[in-house]
């Protein structure tokens, strides 16, 4: 999990600049439920 890039609390709730690409795209493929996709 990424806590500096995910917090519910906070508006905006995602905020993808506190983590590297790689760290996202890892993130991402971690999803089990496939909610997090990667468009490009």
């Known amino acids: ?3 500096q890039v ?3 609390r906070a508006r905006p709730w995602i ?6 690409t790689l760290e996202l795209i ?3 493929a ?4 496939g909610a997090l996709s ?3």
């Not at 905020?15 to 590297?20: G, T």
């Not at 971690?30 to 439920?33: L, N």
């Open 38 to 40: 990667i468009k490009q």
């Open 6 to 8: 995910y917090d519910p």
């Open 26 to 28: 890892e993130q991402v």
């Open 15 to 20: 905020r993808p600049a506190n983590a590297s």
């Open 30 to 33: 971690k999803c089990p439920s």
């Open 1 to 3: 999990m990424l806590p």
